[in-house]
């Protein structure tokens, strides 16, 4: 089953297939030396949500779909205010890195103009983008407990508002000529927060460059067409000359044309991009065990303060070898251990006996030989230490507490079509996220038995 809807278009279009924003598009894309291949086409129909790619004739693995040069990239570089943004980079740097392409958005946007016109013609209506950011507070808790999507949501609501306060407001400001009344605003900068964050694409270093800052974010048109799955048959290119979106797979007539936006769980594509890929379909899925709830479940067999003592300064002892933090996470995958050696290592220090801990803390944790009947992969946690096998089952049963409904809930609600179409698509998409996850853990209970 493909994924859900994942974006609503621009207000008026929806219920009709109105070619002129397409037309308009297309049109737009020759004059900018945007090739579409003639085997594919931007289309409302035969897609899974709103517009999308699909094959007019049978593609081959290989071929090229469309190609776009980079000056038709959006971007801080390409944009009509980029020499002033390049002038004031120093007081546009944030923690995000977003803000220079945000601005230009703003700026874009409200030029009579401007030459982007056409393509902004099929982003999505802002006003209802499906991000749990956009949801009430009190809808984003109840259906989203337990997954670390509200805990995520927060962080970047804050960083949303102290950004715009701190550096973009004062900017439009200081430059009212580029900037009307009408694009100064908490709630639309919010909103192309989230477009950025589920439409932009952000260029891969090249790997002599690792050690650089990471590329900024460029809106590449045609390309934020696509939509996403696990499976995907089509991928972007990086050339010096422009972006290749490249068949991967073959691609019968008819069929949509899907990219990836990376190796996505559930709770990140919700988050991310506000839709899921229904279960079993999301093979990328992941949950997280909270590196704190394993050092709780490790607390809850400690009998005498002696052994809590001793327990805590492992535990620092993990936190030097940048094994564990407080606001870490162990990531579980379907078939591996995501944070194997990290998660290794947390259970071996905390369930190794005293004298040998302290033999291990004294050589810095060198001298470790790993042993392959100690080796986290899924299929070997049978194999595991009786102890450790204790302690990840405790853990596990910890992070099942965190949600408000148990398995069972989640797979009445799946196993019935007729009640599961009568959640609203919020409570669907929810259901997904939640699902998937507790599937995974109780994997691991199962594992661990």
């Known amino acids: 089953m493909a994924t859900q809807a994942k974006r609503r278009r621009v207000a008026g279009l929806a219920g009709s297939e109105d070619p002129a924003p397409v037309a308009s598009f297309l049109s737009w894309c020759r004059r900018v030396g945007l090739e579409l291949s003639p085997k594919v086409a931007v289309s409302r129909q035969g897609t899974v949500a709103g517009y999308g790619m699909v094959a007019r004739e049978s593609v081959q693995p ?59 013609a099929l ?55 580029l900037f009307s009344p009408t694009v100064r605003s908490l709630e639309l900068y919010r ?17 002599e460059d690792d050690e650089k800052e990471p590329n900024s974010p460029l809106m590449v048109p045609a390309a934020d067409v696509l939509n996403h799955l696990a499976n995907h048959n089509a991928n972007l290119e990086y050339s010096p000359n422009c972006l290749r979106m490249v068949a991967t797979q073959p691609i019968p007539k008819g069929h949509e044309i899907f990219n990836t936006y990376g190796q996505m769980a559930n709770w990140q594509l919700i988050h991310m991009y506000g839709f899921t890929e229904p279960y079993p379909d999301n093979t990328d899925d992941t949950a997280d065990i909270q590196m704190v709830t394993v050092r709780e479940a490790a607390l809850q067999g400690t009998k005498v303060e002696a052994e809590r003592l001793l327990l805590y300064e492992r535990w620092d002892f993990l936190c030097k070898l940048e094994m564990v933090g407080e606001e870490g996470a162990f990531v579980i995958g379907r078939e591996e251990v995501l944070t194997e050696e990290e998660l290794a290592m947390t259970l071996k220090v905390l369930c190794m006996p005293a004298e040998e801990f302290r033999e291990f803390k004294d050589q810095d944790g060198w001298g470790d030989d790993k042993r392959e009947e100690d080796s986290l992969t899924i299929t070997n946690i049978p194999k595991l230490k009786a102890s450790w096998r204790q302690l990840l089952r405790d853990s596990v049963l910890l992070t099942l507490q965190t949600y408000a409904t148990d398995l069972k809930t989640e797979q009445d609600l799946l196993s019935s079509k007729e009640v599961y179409a009568t959640l609203s698509w919020r409570e669907q998409q929810a259901l997904q996220v939640r699902y998937g996850q507790k599937m995974i853990l109780h994997q691991l209970l199962e594992l661990t038995n």
């Open 123 to 177: 982003w999505p209506e802002l006003g209802r983008l499906e991000h749990p950011m956009f949801w009430p507070e009190e809808e984003r808790r109840r259906l989203l407990q337990g997954t670390g999507v509200p805990e995520a949501v927060e962080k970047d609501l804050a960083s949303i508002r102290s950004e715009y306060y701190s550096i973009v407001l004062p900017f439009m400001e200081a430059h009212p000529d």
């Open 62 to 120: 290989g071929e090229l779909l469309f190609a776009v040069p980079r000056a038709a990239l959006l971007s801080q570089h390409t944009c009509s205010i980029s020499g002033l943004l390049e002038r004031e980079r120093g007081a546009l740097q944030s923690q995000s890195g977003w803000v220079p392409l945000l601005l230009a958005l703003l700026h874009e946007l409200q030029a009579p103009a401007s030459p982007w016109s056409p393509y902004f």
């Open 191 to 207: 909103q192309l927060v989230a477009l950025v964050m589920a439409y932009s694409f952000q260029e891969p270093l090249e790997e």
